[in-house]
């Protein structure tokens, strides 16, 4: 712009392009000059802005001569600085104590100033309000907003009523309720994108360089950037592996299924003592059913007319055990089951952190030939065969606008609800049988709900049917803000059959032989995938940024590169009593240190993997729409 030109810029190396809690943000602003210029300062700002947008439906009176009253839709803003914090880059600090000038003049030249900033763990919400620096145009819509659109007769009115009162009575009172609950304070929340003007929350570096005549222009320039939060629970530990993440504590769901009136495959048939040699404890090997063939018409023809029936040998043979079995239908019950540790997680990109269970509370060996001597081979009762898993995710954004008149304020909320399908396996007659359950040890199975009792049996469905149930990259991790709050609900469907289907074309066949079973999960953390590193735990500790040299007014970079490095850390103290220098004073100083406490020893356990930690970075992506409109 004329003879002045400015850029920022972001160091991206170290974060892949995407910033989380503790990280030290970097950059530097490049002014080029090509002819003098005044200035009062160059400030570089530090913004976080959640912005939500509602159309609220309003009668408004048209003054005609029937004075009618139409139905017209009203556009709401509420926007929030999630984050906010500044930085003088010029004049340098030590000119702007002991100058009193208010301008400063730049010869021709290229000036390149460095920032650092550090993101902190919790929000910081300003309500963005105010009316001079709140008129924004809608270029698309033609729409005209004052503060965020509240600006109206009745808030003119309010407020000047409102300001007089406290001049009268100064006012030591504390804002409106409404006001107080409406901010919260929580861990910053990330970058959000793609729903349009409904919801957002975008990240930036701003830099602004005041001109020293109001009717010049400011010059300014953006550099938007993704933030990622760390996965902390409540008490801003790691999630994972806090103490809310303990091998006992299960998140589960489970659902009963029956399969009513089924006959075993193989029925076993006990022999008369009397016509074995065996001994009263043994038992004949199961056979199956006597069938009795069909015969032709000639085979009916030349066959020998049967003797008629011995009336003393059938009542001799009353008393024994007839060969032909006596079949009964039963009813096989058993529970779908979708289990978590607890809490109950998602993370995209990774496997499944959840396991399927098929669980029961009848003792397995019914559904084996274990009578019979043979315990390792199945009668078929307790098979089932899985031929469908559907997985869906109901993302669930929920807004809210603060409506104000200057006296009464009142929220307006909204929802939308995306359904994102996350698998639809179809497996064809995969046989799973309840004889192959072993009896659970989990928190899960001892708990007396659903009609189990404390004897449960599962059996678990392989992880390789279900491996490619994975979130997709692009999912914000679950968070709650002033006025943006994401939630996710996991809905599982199994569709479960007590015999083999023929014909998967043939619907009438699945309508009759399909049973599906549907587990909802509610509430279920979405995380980020991004847990805590060694370099991040010590930027934790540390309540201050490194300390730059700023570069005076007329210093310069060569080829843009910047001069003012941050100056190495101090050596720790030596302590009382020794000597300086020496092999002997490095030792007694080492001996020196305390030694690690279990809790340091514990916390580093826990650290996340570098290059785990770099792949979650990158894989958060954001909508086009989110470098845009920044203000």
Do not use: W
């Not at 993704?226 to 409540?234: G, H, R, V, W």
């Not at 008369?272 to 085979?299: E, T």
């Not at 031929?387 to 104000?404: K, N």
């Amino acid at each position: 712009m004329g003879n002045c030109d400015v850029a920022i810029e972001i160091d991206r190396a170290t974060s892949g392009g995407t910033f989380t809690n503790y990280d030290v943000l970097t950059g530097s602003v490049k002014l080029t000059v090509t002819g003098s210029i005044s200035l009062n300062y160059i400030q570089v700002k530090l913004e976080g802005i959640s912005k939500t947008e509602l159309s609220i439906p309003r009668e408004v009176l048209r003054r005609d001569k029937r004075d009618r009253r139409e139905k017209r839709d009203k556009i709401l803003q509420d926007a929030h600085r999630v984050l906010y914090d500044t930085l003088i880059v010029f004049p340098p600090e030590n000119i702007r104590q002991v100058s009193k000038a208010k301008e400063f003049t730049l010869t021709p030249g290229t000036y390149t100033y460095p920032f650092t900033f550090k993101l902190p763990l919790n929000n910081s919400c300003i309500k963005l309000s105010g009316i001079t620096n709140k008129v924004s145009f809608n270029m698309k819509k033609l729409d005209l907003k004052i503060n965020n659109g509240n600006f109206n007769s009745n808030m003119v009115k309010n407020m000047a009523v409102s300001y007089l009162q406290g001049q009268q009575m100064p006012s030591t009172s504390a804002p409106p309720p409404t006001q107080q609950a409406y901010h919260v304070t929580a861990q910053l929340p990330p970058s959000l994108s793609g729903l349009g003007e409904f919801a957002s929350i975008k990240y930036f570096v701003k830099v602004t360089c005041k001109r020293s005549s109001f009717l010049k222009v400011n010059l300014r320039a953006f550099d938007p950037f993704i933030f990622l939060p760390l996965d902390l629970d409540s008490h801003n530990l790691p999630l994972i592996h806090s103490e809310d993440y303990e091998e006992y504590r299960e998140a589960f769901v489970r659902k009963d299924v029956v399969f009513k009136n089924r006959i075993p495959e193989i029925i076993g048939v006990k022999m008369p003592s009397g016509k074995v040699s065996m001994s009263s404890n043994d038992k004949l090997l199961p056979q199956a059913p006597l069938v009795v063939p069909r015969k032709s018409f000639l085979q009916k023809l030349f066959e020998p007319p049967a003797p008629p029936p011995n009336p003393r040998r059938n009542s001799a043979a009353s008393g024994s055990t007839s060969p032909r079995p006596q079949v009964n239908t039963q009813d096989v019950p058993f529970a779908f089951e979708i289990r978590f540790r607890h809490p109950a997680f998602l993370i995209p990109t990774k496997l499944p952190s959840f396991k399927l269970y098929l669980v029961s509370n009848v003792r397995p060996s019914v559904y084996s030939l274990s009578e019979f001597g043979r315990p390792e081979e199945s009668n078929g009762l307790g098979v089932v065969y899985l031929q469908r898993l559907v997985m869906d995710l109901t993302s669930t954004t929920t807004i809210s606008v603060l409506e104000s008149d200057g006296v009464l304020n009142e929220i307006h909320k909204s929802r939308h609800d995306d359904v994102i399908n996350i698998c639809n396996n179809t497996y064809q007659n995969l046989k799973l049988d309840l004889m192959n359950c072993k009896r659970s040890k989990n928190s899960s199975s001892t708990t007396a709900s659903n009609n189990l009792a404390n004897n449960v049996y599962e059996l678990e469905i392989p992880k390789k049917y279900f491996a490619n149930c994975v979130l997709p990259d692009y999912l914000s991790p679950s968070f709650r803000t002033c006025n943006i709050q994401r939630k996710y609900r996991l809905t599982v469907v199994g569709g479960f059959s007590s015999e083999k289907i023929a014909d998967f074309n043939n619907s009438a066949e699945l309508t009759r032989k399909l049973s599906y079973v549907d587990l909802q999960i509610n509430d279920i953390k979405v995380l980020g995938g991004l847990t805590m590193t060694r370099s991040l735990s010590e930027g934790a500790s540390t309540s201050t940024i490194p300390t730059i040299n700023k570069p005076l007014p007329d210093e310069k970079t060569a080829n843009g590169a910047d001069s003012h490095l941050v100056p190495p850390p101090k050596l720790p103290n030596r302590p009382d009593g020794l000597p300086v220098g020496g092999a002997s004073s490095a030792e007694s100083s080492q001996d020196s240190l305390p030694l690690p406490t279990y809790e340091d020893v514990m916390k580093e356990s826990t650290y996340q993997n570098p290059s785990d930690h770099q792949r979650a970075r990158r894989r958060y992506q954001q909508h086009e729409h989110y470098y845009n409109n920044l203000e």
